[in-house]
C-alpha cells in the first residue's frame, strides 16, 4: 500500500497551491478519501474527505469555502486545491485512505507533504 502526496511547498498569502495524492496497492474504488494537516504543536485535523460512491465531500466549518477535495477513480489520485492561503494554513498535510463495508478497519496514511505559507 502506497499513498504519496505531492504538490506541497512555499506559497505567499494569497496564494493557492493543488496537492496531490497518488495511491497504489489497494482497492481504491473502496476507500473514502481524506486530507489531514497538522501544525507544529498542533493535533491533526481533518481538512477534507470524499467518499468512494457517489463522491460526496465533507468539509469542517473552518475550512470551507477555501479547499475543494476531488478525486479521480481512473488515476487513483485524490487532490486537494487550496486557495487563498493564510499562514495558518501552514502545516504538515497528510493524505487517509479509510475502508469501507469489509474493508472498513483499514487505513492508511501517507508521509505528508509540507505547506508553508509565509511572505
Known amino acids: 500500500v502506497q499513498l504519496v502526496e505531492s504538490g506541497g511547498g512555499l506559497v505567499q498569502p494569497g496564494g493557492s497551491l493543488r496537492l496531490s495524492c497518488a495511491a497504489s496497492?489497494?482497492?481504491?474504488?473502496?476507500?473514502?478519501m481524506s486530507w489531514f494537516r497538522q501544525a507544529p504543536g498542533k493535533e491533526r485535523e481533518l481538512v477534507a474527505s470524499?467518499?468512494?460512491?457517489?463522491?460526496?465531500?465533507n468539509y469542517p466549518d473552518s475550512m470551507k469555502g477555501r479547499f475543494t477535495i476531488s478525486r479521480d477513480a481512473a488515476k487513483n489520485a485524490v487532490y486537494l486545491q487550496m486557495n487563498s492561503l493564510k499562514p495558518e494554513d501552514t502545516a504538515v498535510y497528510y493524505c487517509?485512505?479509510?475502508?469501507?463495508?469489509?474493508?472498513?478497519?483499514?487505513?492508511?496514511w501517507g508521509p505528508g507533504t509540507q505547506v508553508t505559507v509565509s511572505s
Open positions: 470524499i467518499t468512494n460512491t457517489v463522491g460526496s465531500t
Open positions: 487517509n485512505a479509510k475502508g469501507t463495508g469489509l474493508r472498513r478497519a483499514n487505513n492508511y
Open positions: 496497492g489497494f482497492t481504491f474504488s473502496s476507500y473514502t
